[in-house]
């Protein structure tokens, strides 16, 4: 049965948590919307800094690598979304980034690209 689009962002994005999570990173938000945007997960590092995470999920090479697949602008979504979580949470002083999580599967195990400070 073929995975939808949908379903395999989700599932995409489910593995990016797990990923993160090993690593030390909380998760603070999935799914956050303000606007016409979202951005997949929210977290904070070790260091207390937060982070806007995007995830792209490949099950095939015909589309490219995942990571090049946030362009210009989405990157200027993304950054409206995130603005808009800093005003509704109160954050004013707080350390920020953007990461691009890549997933690409190759005989059924998923293999991870994560690009910290990807843009800004």
Do not use: C
Request: glycine share 10%; charged share 25%.
């Amino acid at each position: 049965m073929k995975q939808t689009t949908r379903s395999k962002g989700e599932s995409g994005e489910e593995l990016a948590k797990e990923y993160l999570a090993v690593r030390g990173y909380q998760i603070l938000k999935s799914h956050y919307r303000y606007g016409r945007g979202e951005i997949d997960i929210i977290a904070k590092n070790q260091s207390n800094e937060l982070i806007f995470v995007e995830v792209k999920t490949a099950t095939g090479g015909e589309f490219g690598n995942p990571l090049s697949w946030v362009h210009k602008r989405k990157q200027a979504q993304l950054r409206k979304v995130a603005l808009g979580y800093f005003q509704n949470e109160g954050l004013y002083d707080q350390a920020a980034r953007f990461d691009v999580i890549g997933i690409t599967f190759e005989e059924g195990t998923p293999h991870f690209q994560h690009v910290e400070h990807a843009f800004w």
